[in-house]
């Protein structure tokens, strides 16, 4: 069965500074990710996703995750946090062909100035 | 284009009693998804329409939940009784087709439900 599992519920860093969110997924086969953020009152919106092409995916408002099947792993970076990055992000697996998506707890990114 | 419209927004309910929540969806999109999501946690899939029929409710509490979308185009979820942990937000999305692979999800803004 597909799941994931977000390492940190809540991160803080400071604007300008590098942003990790950690997510490691469990698959009996080759997955699709995503991420999707979320920010107050709005609805969840996605970032960026991963469909077996490049390892290496970049999304939008800077974001890029790296997809490391030796790790199981598919964190989240973006070089320099904005303030109005502070939302929910959820890290994603799509159960097989069809369109469920499975998704993780959330962490929630907290910028400070 | 427009997006995925729910209403309404909030609600504030007594257990045992019921409540619904409405759905437009994206034009055009076949595809009808509604997800449930309780205060720190991630949406969970509830139940999923392609066109008007039913592709998947296995998580939907049938004794309580029930979903429609009879024209194949909005839809409406209701819940009767209404529990206190039903308290949620309970999302709508939307995608193109369900081909291989599916389209991108399209969320809605929610509806979030208080249960006294």
């Known amino acids: 069965a597909q799941s994931v599992t977000q390492l940190d519920s809540h991160v803080s860093v400071s604007e300008g500074t590098p942003v990790l969110l950690r997510c490691n997924y469990s698959?009996?086969?080759?997955?699709?990710l995503f991420w999707y953020v979320q920010h107050p009152n709005k609805g969840l919106q996605l970032l960026l996703k991963?469909?077996?092409?490049?390892?290496l995916v970049k999304g939008i408002n800077g974001f890029e995750a790296e997809f490391k099947k030796s790790e199981t792993s598919f964190h989240l970076t973006k070089p320099s946090a904005h303030m109005s990055d502070a939302a929910e992000y959820f890290c994603?697996?799509?159960?097989?062909?069809?369109?469920?998506?499975?998704f993780g707890q959330g962490t929630e990114l907290s910028v400070k100035p | 284009e427009a997006g995925v419209a729910q209403s309404p927004r909030y609600k504030i309910i007594e257990k045992r009693q019921s409540v619904a929540f409405w759905c437009n969806p994206i034009?055009?999109?076949?595809?009808l998804y509604w997800y449930q999501q309780i205060l720190g946690q991630g949406p969970k899939l509830l139940i999923q329409?392609?066109?008007?029929?039913?592709?998947?409710d296995s998580q939907l509490p049938k004794d309580r939940f029930s979903a429609e979308r009879l024209k194949g185009v909005d839809s409406t979820l209701k819940i009767q009784p209404a529990k206190l942990e039903d308290s949620a937000v309970y999302l709508c999305?939307?995608?193109?087709?369900?081909?291989?692979?599916?389209?991108?999800?399209?969320f809605g803004p929610g509806t979030r439900l208080t249960v006294l």
């Open positions: 698959s009996s086969y080759s997955p699709s």
């Open positions: 991963y469909t077996s092409a490049a390892t």
């Open positions: 999305a939307s995608s193109f087709h369900q081909g291989r692979p599916p389209d991108e999800q399209f």
């Open positions: 329409f392609q066109n008007n029929g039913v592709v998947d």
């Open positions: 994603v697996v799509r159960r097989g062909g069809g369109g469920k998506l499975i």
């Open positions: 034009s055009g999109h076949a595809t």
